[in-house]
């Protein structure tokens, strides 16, 4: 059996082998008999070239990252590229009728971004965390909208939680089995300045533990929601501290002192965490979450109930929808984007409404 996308011949497939820890490549040589099998024959394996001009492929990233707070440093500006097709997904069909898969290794971040900026092709398939994604993102969402292939995540890395919003199974092999017979559907992404995200913008203590994350990974090799509630309690205890916030909703002016603040357009981040419950990934706003000061035990507190989604009735909690926002700090602070860190005082946020086409059950 294999995928039909009506008038699209080849499939470019994104795989970060750093993911999960390092394990993604490992898993690749698991699941690549199930995905021949869902998506039909890998044609060929070769140099990122012969993916130009519609030939597709598998698409490695060597460059040693993983999953949401899985990269590092913010991805710089994709250059425009030659016209890629999307089109209606119908379901599996014969083999005859089977896109051309080659495989392609990256050299860096900056190759897997000017791949997604440049690929002639219809479909984007990155097995990976959410680091991954975020990057071949910035190369798609550069290109003019027609010319934008349609993207999706086979999850594999640490964090997942653009998949979570797509609504893909987080087992690597049920997610082959259900987008192979999946459909297309159009999603909203974002642009915070000048870089694109996908599912997560935040400000405050949410930065400070997706760089603990960082570190912790490395040390103790953990993953996905228990990483981050360990790299949270350590940001809690150790840096607790509140900063001065213009927030400005669709031309509504707020002034408040933060702990947090979170830009959503999927529910979770830190691999489950449900920051915005009611956010959907389509509805062309984003969900916005931000905390007043708490003493450490009722920050603590509130972190519990964020993990259940059951925070948004707590006093310090404040929510609200918006499509364009600015914040202005009064000092430069972290932030995170997808899990990768910015630092800035001046944060211009623009929803980018029906922005991708998405492969999902």
Same mark, same amino acid.
């Given at each position: 059996?294999?995928?039909?996308?009506?008038?699209? #011949?080849?499939?470019?497939?994104?795989?970060?082998?750093?993911?999960?820890?390092?394990?993604?490549?490992?898993?690749?040589?698991?699941?690549?008999?199930?995905?021949?099998?869902?998506?039909?024959? &890998?044609? $060929?394996?070769?140099?990122?070239?012969?993916?130009?001009?519609?030939?597709?492929?598998?698409?490695?990233?060597?460059?040693?990252?993983?999953?949401?707070?899985?990269?590092?440093?913010?991805?710089?500006?994709?250059?425009?590229?030659? =016209?890629?097709?999307?089109?209606?997904?119908?379901?599996?069909?014969?083999?005859?009728?089977? =896109?051309?898969?080659?495989?392609?290794?990256?050299?860096?971040?900056?190759?897997?971004?000017?791949?997604?900026?440049? %690929?002639?092709?219809?479909? &984007?398939?990155?097995?990976?965390?959410?680091?991954?994604?975020?990057?071949?993102?910035?190369?798609?969402?550069?290109?003019?909208?027609?010319?934008?292939?349609?993207?999706?995540?086979?999850? /594999?890395?640490?964090? #997942?939680?653009?998949?979570?919003? %797509?609504?893909?199974?987080?087992?690597?092999?049920?997610?082959?089995?259900?987008?192979?017979?999946?459909?297309?559907?159009?999603?909203?992404?974002?642009?915070? #300045?000048? #870089?694109?995200?996908?599912?997560?913008?935040?400000?405050?203590?949410?930065?400070?533990?997706?760089?603990?994350?960082?570190?912790?990974?490395?040390?103790?090799?953990?993953?996905?929601?228990?990483?981050?509630?360990?790299?949270?309690?350590?940001?809690?205890?150790?840096?607790?501290?509140?900063?001065?916030?213009?927030?400005?909703?669709?031309?509504? /002016?707020?002034?408040?002192?933060?702990?947090?603040?979170?830009?959503?357009? $999927?529910?979770?981040? $830190?691999?489950?965490?449900?920051?915005?419950?009611?956010?959907?990934?389509?509805?062309?706003?984003?969900?916005?979450?931000?905390?007043?000061?708490?003493?450490?035990?009722?920050?603590?507190?509130? %972190?519990?109930?964020?993990?259940?989604?059951?925070?948004?009735? %707590?006093?310090?909690?404040?929510?609200?929808?918006?499509?364009?926002?600015?914040?202005?700090?009064?000092?430069?602070?972290?932030?995170?984007?997808?899990?990768? =860190?910015?630092?800035?005082?001046?944060?211009?946020?623009?929803?980018?409404?029906?922005?991708?086409?998405?492969?999902?059950?």
């Amino acid at each position: 059996m294999s995928i039909d996308i009506e008038g699209v #011949n080849s499939i470019v497939v994104l795989i970060n082998p750093a993911a999960g820890n390092g394990k993604a490549h490992k898993s690749w040589g698991h699941l690549r008999a199930h995905f021949e099998e869902c998506f039909g024959a &890998i044609t $060929g394996e070769g140099a990122a070239s012969e993916a130009q001009g519609g030939h597709g492929g598998v698409l490695i990233d060597t460059s040693g990252r993983s999953s949401a707070g899985d990269g590092e440093g913010a991805a710089p500006e994709a250059q425009g590229g030659p =016209p890629a097709t999307t089109m209606p997904f119908t379901g599996n069909v014969s083999a005859a009728a089977a =896109p051309r898969i080659n495989v392609i290794e990256t050299q860096s971040r900056q190759h897997a971004i000017e791949l997604g900026a440049t %690929l002639d092709c219809g479909l &984007i398939i990155s097995v990976s965390g959410d680091g991954a994604v975020h990057d071949i993102a910035q190369g798609v969402l550069a290109r003019p909208r027609a010319e934008r292939p349609a993207l999706t995540v086979i999850p /594999v890395g640490s964090g #997942n939680d653009y998949a979570k919003a %797509l609504g893909i199974p987080q087992d690597p092999y049920h997610a082959i089995t259900v987008l192979g017979q999946g459909h297309l559907r159009t999603v909203d992404a974002g642009r915070c #300045n000048s #870089n694109f995200f996908l599912n997560t913008l935040s400000f405050g203590i949410d930065a400070a533990i997706a760089a603990k994350t960082h570190e912790l990974r490395k040390s103790t090799g953990s993953s996905g929601f228990y990483l981050y509630a360990h790299a949270a309690i350590i940001s809690i205890m150790r840096e607790l501290h509140t900063h001065h916030l213009r927030l400005e909703l669709d031309g509504q /002016v707020r002034e408040e002192d933060v702990l947090i603040c979170a830009v959503q357009n $999927g529910p979770t981040y $830190g691999g489950g965490f449900r920051i915005a419950p009611q956010a959907d990934i389509s509805d062309g706003r984003f969900d916005v979450c931000y905390a007043l000061d708490a003493s450490i035990p009722k920050a603590l507190y509130a %972190l519990t109930r964020i993990a259940r989604g059951t925070h948004e009735n %707590l006093d310090i909690v404040r929510t609200a929808t918006a499509a364009n926002i600015t914040l202005d700090f009064k000092h430069e602070v972290p932030a995170q984007c997808d899990g990768e =860190p910015l630092s800035a005082s001046h944060f211009e946020v623009e929803m980018l409404p029906q922005a991708l086409e998405a492969l999902v059950p």
